[in-house]
């Protein structure tokens, strides 16, 4: 029903304005303008579900494409009468729900929403504390959604928050109290307070209304996360200290919404450069070179005649280890190219870099040749564009099934599966030279050439939303993606973005948090100084 719903509704989003044709051609455009809006709105709720539903089934190969950007998992769950808010473990929040009660949040309150350390709820409205000690609201404003009386006392030195059905109070450092919302609900909320105890470091003091999904995280590092990777029932998590821990999944069900984070600590490693993961096999490589594979029920364990690793790539069912000496060794499923033995001649020196699909790998050389194994329609096979191939990749990018290799002389070549971006002959003449760089969501690839325009192939439904927008996509200085969204950011910092609803909000965010990082400045700056346009990718068969 919902690939019925959703079709009809592209058809009526892409109608031409002669469609509504009439003796006054502007309220016909008008007219058309309001029912465009009015369909990508309602496409907007038909899609919401199946919208999550995607985003936590991929959340960890989703963001590991983004620039600089760890994949975030979902630490905690604040529900209220009628929404949710996620905190996920980058310190940014999301929220799904009734706009009145917080579901939605608004641009000017989303953009300050970083750097989160907890979320506190009363029924119908949110209150999120960051780092500073800084205090940020939204919701119902008789429901404490409205804390702009207090805004002040609430900007800095704020310890932890408290909350009841339509209240909140914040404890500051000093021991003093700010409380916003209704004035009865309040006075039960010091009262309960007081009459507790003096300290307020007792947990029964610290325990929101409506706070019942916290996670369960005991000897986990306080470094920083730098990756996370996923299987079933498990996540690992690299630190920035060199420390690797195997959490167990938990997964709440709302619903067709589920929402996967973490839950005990079953493993602690040290030593450890990088982590990967299969669907059902973690391997984490050791700064002496030697990988550690762990599976489900089996302890962590040394893989045995392997060492002096210095890349380890991995897809859905296998992996692909490069030694320093610039050969790979492969093991897993041979479907998904864990036996390379057709390749093994070509692969026994020079190998550079390694770059995977969901079942095919791709190596690039240091003679600038591409060597490419696993399932043959997925990227494994890059015969047909192989005379391409033997000289000049300086890069390679992989959608979910197929390959693009970026040259040196500006030039495209592409392989795999044509929905995913394996066929470029549509685009072909566009991709002849004049490339800088090449991005790739799960099913696109999008280039930016020297001039500061786009181009893009791939995903059917991507692809069309794009070519409606290639008249304002000109001037563009840097494109970014994740799974299922695009950014362009143009030379006078306006941004245009296409796709996923939930995914253009994460990319934003993050795009938002690497100009802070870069510019030490608060990244609301960014959204408020600049304008930005989002369009819907109605990705139904994703």
Known sequence: MRFIISTFLMFLINLPVST????????SSNFLSRV???????FNKVDEISTFEQVHTNLHKTLDKLPNKIPPVVIKIIPNKSSHAFLFSDGTVSASGKRHSGGIIPTEISARLHDIIDIKATD?????LRSDGS???WGNPKYGGDSSEVSTKLSSKVKRILSNKMAFVAIKEDGSTISWGDPDSIKLLLSSLDSSSSSTDQESVDESYYDVYSTNLTDHPSSKPIKYKTIIGATASLYDDGTMVIYKHKVEYFGSLSITHLSKVLYKLEDIVDISASNTIITALRKDGRIIIWKDPTPPYLLDNLDDVVQIQSNAGAFAALKSNGSVFTFGSSYYGGDSSLVADKLSSGVKTIVATRFAFAAIKYDGSVVSWGASKEGGDSSRVSSQLQSGVISISATDEAFSALKDDGSVVSWGEKLYGGNQRSVAKLLQSGVISLVASSSTFTALKNDGTLVSWGDPFTVKVF???????INVKAVYTNDRAFVAVREDDSTISWGN?????RLLDTLAMLQKSSKDKDSSTHKEKHSSESYIDNDINN
């Open 20 to 27: 509504f044709a009439s003796s006054n051609p502007e309220s």
């Open 501 to 505: 609803p939930f995914l253009i909000e």
């Open 467 to 473: 070519r409606m927008l290639s008249k304002k996509l």
């Open 124 to 128: 119908f409205s949110y209150a999120a």
């Open 135 to 137: 205090v940020i609201t």
């Open 36 to 42: 465009k809006n009015s369909c990508i709105s309602l």
